[in-house]
Nanobody, 124 residues
């Protein structure tokens, strides 16, 4: 099982990024996908989740209205679209797999496989 994030980078406040999570080695629709982030000196935070059928949740209050999670089951890809970014969004972003395809959780302990992360840096 492999998850590879991409799409991170450095942007100015107000900018946008699309993070991608490429998945391989498993039946993609057997898992829901979570997005987490970890800022320097802070714990890992659940940002969003999308179920196998495409139902999504945004867990981080500050991200509501700005972030959107999606997935393309045919391409084995998941995405996190982030708009109107702020310096507080600076973190390493991870995608992760939950074995419950129809359940969305913001608890990192419930996720069994993780990508390596992609850095997002937002400057003011």
């Amino acid at each position: 099982i492999q998850l590879v994030e991409s799409g991170g980078g450095s942007v100015q406040a107000g900018g946008s990024l699309r993070l991608s999570c490429a998945a391989s080695g498993f039946v993609f629709t057997d898992y829901s996908i979570g997005w987490f982030r970890q800022a320097p000196g802070k714990g890992r935070e659940g940002v969003s989740c999308i179920s196998s059928a495409g139902g999504s949740s945004i867990f981080t209050d500050s991200a509501k209205g700005r972030f959107t999670a999606s997935r393309d089951n045919a391409k084995h890809m998941a995405y996190l679209d982030m708009n109107n970014l702020t310096p507080e969004d600076t973190a390493v972003y991870y995608c992760a797999l939950d074995r419950r395809p129809n359940y969305c959780s913001n608890y990192d302990a419930e996720y069994v496989y993780w990508g390596q992360g992609t850095q997002v840096t937002v400057s003011s």
